[in-house]
């Protein structure tokens, strides 16, 4: 049903082993094509599957009678029928350029994320290398690149105070979404995950060589919402905004 950044169900994405838990409890939830990493200061597997398969049925059954969304390329305006999940997806499309399912991991990641904080005081969640997080504690996040050198060599330095926080990666060089551009990371910051996945989607379309970068970062610096961003094409990094960029 949805587009997918991993890889088959029986393997773990190679990116996740620069998520270390630390003092976290950490598991993996799967529904169908969704597959989240969840890290939490409670073990809330039953509370994410619960979420999970609610968001997922909120969107699967907006495609039933409305297959467009699922779709388009382009950007689709909201309408009253739409639930939650979907009208924020449609909203982003708008402002971003990209089609709404371009923001359906971040969608999911955040709205599973922001109901287990209902329950718990930290909460990161990964779907398909898309990131929403909510911590108390400073965390370091890494950002691979497939075969670029600078994939694992660097990360973001995150603090609490930055958070609710989403953080989203697009690439065309390695995984399975939908991406009309060859970086190999385009990543982007924002308080919402949907607007950030969206975003890197966008920005990560127009990165088909290392000459690219710049457009690449000048698109990011006109989307609203956006808090930073960086693009990784071989050897060569563009980043900008609100960014504490540390060793892997």
Not at 84 to 109: H, N, T
Not at 163 to 171: D, E, N, Q, V, W
Not at 210 to 228: A, C, M, N, Q, T
Request: proline share 6%; charged share 25%.
């Amino acid at each position: 049903m949805f587009p997918d950044k991993r890889g088959k169900e029986s393997e773990n994405p190679v990116y996740r082993n620069l998520i270390k838990p630390g003092d976290l409890f950490s598991f993996r939830v799967q529904i169908k094509e969704s597959d989240l990493f969840v890290l939490c200061d409670k073990r809330l597997i039953r509370e994410t599957e619960e979420a999970l398969l609610k968001y997922r049925q909120d969107i699967e059954r907006y495609i039933y009678y409305n297959p467009l969304f699922k779709e388009s390329f382009k950007p689709l305006p909201p309408d009253e029928g739409m639930p939650d999940i979907v009208r924020c997806m449609a909203e982003v499309s708008q402002k971003v350029g990209v089609g709404p399912m371009a923001a359906v991991a971040g969608a999911i990641a955040e709205f599973v994320g922001k109901d287990l904080l209902s329950r718990c005081k930290q909460v990161i969640v990964e779907n398909g290398g898309d990131i929403f997080m909510k911590v108390t504690k400073p965390r370091k996040v890494g950002i691979y690149a497939g075969t670029s050198p600078l994939s694992g060599k660097i990360a973001l330095h995150i603090t609490p105070e930055e958070t609710p926080l989403g953080i989203c990666c697009s690439a065309g060089t390695f995984g399975h979404s939908v991406s009309f551009g060859e970086a190999d990371a385009a990543v982007v910051l924002s308080t919402s995950a949907i607007l950030a996945d969206a975003a890197a989607t966008a920005m990560g379309n127009l990165v088909k060589e290392e000459g690219d970068i710049k457009k690449g970062i000048r698109f990011l610096k006109s989307i609203p919402g956006v808090k930073g961003g960086l693009i990784i094409k071989n050897r060569r990094m563009g980043a900008w905004g609100k960014l504490n960029i540390i060793r892997g």
